[in-house]
């Protein structure tokens, strides 16, 4: 049985009736991708009738439920209540496929550092895919990706939380800081989901762990693979002020990375653990880290107008992204806002000191305009283009750089993190083509 039928749902249906399975699908919205499952030939029934899912499970040997479908939906307590067997779609693929696997979770720098990761191994002349909680989910990647030797797979807690089977050789936790809550239902829920990337390794794997970070500590107990740490002066592979080391080898001048703020040199140091242990050589992990110029969406920068600077960081949907990425500004006004996902946003106010303004959209911003109420000037705005014209108003004075980096989820105004760092840019576009941003 499968639950859902968006794109993890649709590459783990293809999967199982390409391999002579026998599959029901469960949808919130069956009308919506009727479509989908007559292409595929299966039987569609509604996940919101408790009747038809009690009726399929008592005929189900498995459950592969989509990401999206959180732990208090009906289909996971009715599968749970049966006895029936819930599997990830990293389940899934592990069993069906045996490639050499690299894994990376984190409340932040996934992406970041699955690309990186990949990108070494295949300076390295190793054919890797990055793959998982990208475009390409890793059960389509097994079938697509023929000719690739290793899997480099993002993470994510949703996908970990009923992993049951999934291993890979050497798997990074990157960070933790409280993220998804509404989804999971609690941090302790969130941290455990994200701890079974270590869950099922073996002696001669790489449990790969930052060296500083506390909250992940007490899960690094009992895990069997081998721990290599990571982090700023110290951890296995560190970066110091001039240079990133891995076991004692120099790498990589600081000098040489095009990104080298502290969450930047995280991400390099982490990418370069990881790319080390499956057999990357130290010169492709410099090559890398000397070209590298950053992910779209990631504090990526627009451009120069009238003499500022403007950063699409549209990707920090929580205050702990928000805080790593402005830790790299002395100076910035920040855009900052959206749909909140149950966190703490007054973890906000430790940025005040460096911040000549602030601008809020969305429904977060009457609690926003509390957060930094006596400690920063802010304003509200009503759209994009009005947040923009107001931070430009901020930074003209103070000659600030103006940031977008809303440490909160996009889907109050837009439907991702995509649409509304591209609408953003698309604002910057619009006033550069002008000559003027005022």
């Not at 790299?328 to 855009?335: D, H, K, P, R, Y």
């Amino acid at each position: 049985m499968v639950g859902g039928l968006g794109v993890t749902g649709s590459a783990v249906t293809a999967a199982l009736t390409a391999r002579g399975h026998e599959v029901v699908v469960l949808d919130d919205d069956p009308e919506a991708v009727a479509n989908i499952a007559e292409r595929f030939e299966v039987e569609l029934l509604d996940s919101k009738s408790e009747t038809q899912i009690r009726h399929v499970i008592s005929e189900a040997t498995s459950v592969v439920p989509s990401p999206g479908i959180p732990r208090h939906h009906q289909l996971h307590v009715l599968a749970d209540r049966a006895g029936v067997p819930v599997l990830s779609e990293l389940d899934l693929a592990a069993y069906f496929d045996n490639r050499p696997r690299i894994a990376i979770t984190g409340t932040n720098g996934k992406t970041t550092v699955t690309e990186l990761a990949a990108q070494m191994l295949r300076t390295s002349d190793m054919r890797a895919a990055a793959v998982g909680n990208t475009e390409t989910p890793f059960i389509s990647a097994i079938d697509d990706s023929a000719k690739n030797e290793v899997f480099v797979i993002e993470a994510s807690s949703f996908a970990l939380d009923r992993t049951r089977l999934f291993r890979a050789e050497a798997a990074a936790w990157l960070n933790l800081a409280p993220d998804h809550l509404d989804w999971h239902g609690s941090f302790d829920a969130y941290s455990a989901a994200k701890s079974k990337i270590w869950k099922h390794q073996e002696k001669n794997d790489f449990a790969i762990a930052p060296y500083h970070d506390q909250t992940i500590r007490p899960w690094m107990e009992g895990v069997e693979g081998q721990l290599v740490t990571f982090g700023l002066g110290e951890g296995d592979v560190h970066c110091t002020e001039s240079e990133l080391l891995a076991h004692g080898e120099s790498i990589v001048a600081v000098s040489d990375m095009p990104l080298s703020r502290p969450h930047d040199r995280l991400n390099a140091c982490a990418a370069a653990a990881l790319a080390l242990s499956i057999g990357a050589s130290a010169h492709a992990i410099a090559q890398v880290l000397s070209d590298f110029e950053g992910l779209a969406h990631r504090t990526e920068y627009v451009g120069k107008v009238g003499g500022l600077r403007f950063f699409n960081d549209s990707k920090a949907t929580t205050p702990h992204a928000t805080i790593a990425a402005l830790t790299g500004f002395n100076n910035a006004v920040l855009i900052v806002g959206g749909r909140n996902k149950g966190l703490d946003l007054s973890d906000l106010q430790e940025l005040a000191p460096g911040l000549a303004g602030v601008v809020t959209i969305g429904e977060s911003s009457p609690r926003l305009a509390e957060v930094f109420d006596g400690l920063v000037p802010s304003v509200a705005a009503d759209s994009m283009e009005d947040a923009v014209t107001q931070a430009v108003r901020f930074a003209q004075t103070s000659g600030a750089d103006v940031v977008l980096s809303p440490a909160c989820a996009s889907f109050d105004w837009y439907s991702n993190y995509i649409e509304r760092g591209d609408h953003f840019k698309s604002v910057i576009g619009r006033f550069n083509s002008e000559g003027d941003v005022a």
